[in-house]
C-alpha cells in the first residue's frame, strides 16, 4: 500500500475498521479516513460494493464510523464504507482554527480559489479523485458499484459530487443536507471565503443549482430531514429548495425526500434512519 501509513485496526461485525493516513497532493497535508472491510473484501475472495460517507462541521473521519449505526448493516450486506475527514488540518492558514464554520472541519467541499484557502483547500478534488483512487488501488473494492452520502455540510458535499458526476455513483442520501447555500448563511459565508465573489462560480457547489440543470442517466436520491431541527426552522438547510428544482424541472432525478417529526439535527437522528440509507444503498448497488 504504497504511500498509506495503517494508524490502527480493530475488529467489528465480521471485518475491520482500519484508520489510514497518508500525503495528500490535493491538500499538501497529512489526510486521514478511515474503512470498514467486510471479512470478503480482507480476504480478497470477492470486490465488494463501497459507500462514501461525509461528515458536517466540526466533524473528523471517525464520527461516523463511532456514532452512525452503519456497520451491521454494512457487514450484512458486505458493502465497504470509507469516512474522510472533513478538511485539511494544521496547515498553517491564519485564523484556520479560530471560526467553527470555517477552516478546520468546515472546507465546504470545495476547491478554494481564493488565497490564503486554495493551496490546501481543495477537498472536492482530493474526495472525487484522489481518495477515491487510493482506495480502488488498495483495497478488494468494486470501482464500478460507488455509492455516496453524507450529513449536513457532508450531506451537501454528497450532492454535489454526485449532480456533477453523472453516472460515477449508483445512488446518493443524504441527512439533513444544506440543499440551497448560496441563499443560506451556512453556505454564503463560506462560498465568499473560499471561493470569491463571482456568485456563478457558487453554483457550482450547489446542489439545488445543480439539480435544475443535471442531465445524467436516472440517479437516486433519499434525503432525510428532522422537523425538530434548529438548523431547518432558522433555513440554514432549505430542503424544499432542492425539492422545487427536482420537481420544477426535466432532470431525471428519482428523489424521495421525507420529513420526520420531532428529530433533531444530531447523530441520534442518523442512527435512527440508517438502516433504512444502507438498505437504500444496497438495493442501487445490487449488494
Avoid at 73 to 95: M, N, Q
Amino acid at each position: 500500500m504504497a504511500g498509506l501509513e495503517l494508524v490502527s485496526t480493530s475488529r467489528c461485525f465480521d471485518g475491520e475498521v482500519r484508520k489510514y493516513c497518508h500525503l495528500s497532493q490535493s491538500t499538501k497535508c497529512k489526510m486521514t479516513f478511515n474503512i470498514f472491510l467486510p471479512d470478503t473484501a480482507i480476504s480478497q475472495r470477492e470486490r465488494v460494493p463501497v459507500l462514501f460517507f461525509l461528515s458536517g462541521l466540526t466533524c473528523n473521519e471517525d464520527n461516523m464510523m463511532t456514532k452512525g449505526g452503519a456497520l451491521p448493516h454494512l457487514s450484512k450486506k458486505r458493502i465497504a464504507l470509507v469516512t474522510p475527514d472533513t478538511s485539511p488540518r494544521s496547515v498553517g492558514i491564519e485564523g484556520e482554527d479560530d471560526d467553527w464554520e470555517l477552516g478546520t472541519g468546515a472546507s465546504f467541499y470545495v476547491d478554494a480559489t481564493q488565497d490564503p484557502w486554495k493551496s490546501n483547500y481543495n477537498m472536492y478534488t482530493y474526495i472525487q479523485q484522489e481518495l477515491q483512487q487510493l482506495v480502488y488501488d488498495n483495497f478488494s473494492v468494486d470501482n464500478s458499484r460507488v455509492s455516496i452520502f453524507g450529513h449536513s455540510m457532508g450531506g451537501h458535499g454528497a450532492l454535489v459530487l454526485s449532480l456533477r458526476n453523472p453516472g460515477h455513483y449508483k445512488s446518493v442520501s443524504a441527512f439533513a443536507p444544506i440543499c440551497h447555500p448560496s441563499t443560506s448563511e451556512w453556505g454564503r459565508k463560506q462560498f465568499l471565503t473560499y471561493l470569491g465573489s463571482n456568485e456563478k462560480a457558487w453554483a457550482e457547489y450547489d446542489a439545488t443549482e445543480l439539480a435544475r440543470i443535471y442531465d445524467g442517466p436516472e440517479l437516486a436520491i433519499l434525503i432525510d430531514q428532522g422537523d425538530g431541527d434548529k438548523f431547518y426552522s432558522s433555513k440554514q438547510l432549505q430542503p424544499s429548495h432542492f425539492i422545487i428544482a427536482t420537481e420544477s424541472s426535466k432532470c431525471p432525478i428519482k428523489l424521495e425526500a421525507r420529513m420526520q417529526p420531532g428529530y433533531d439535527h444530531s447523530y441520534w437522528f442518523i442512527q435512527t434512519f440508517m438502516e433504512e440509507h444502507i438498505y437504500f444503498h444496497a438495493k442501487h448497488l445490487k449488494a
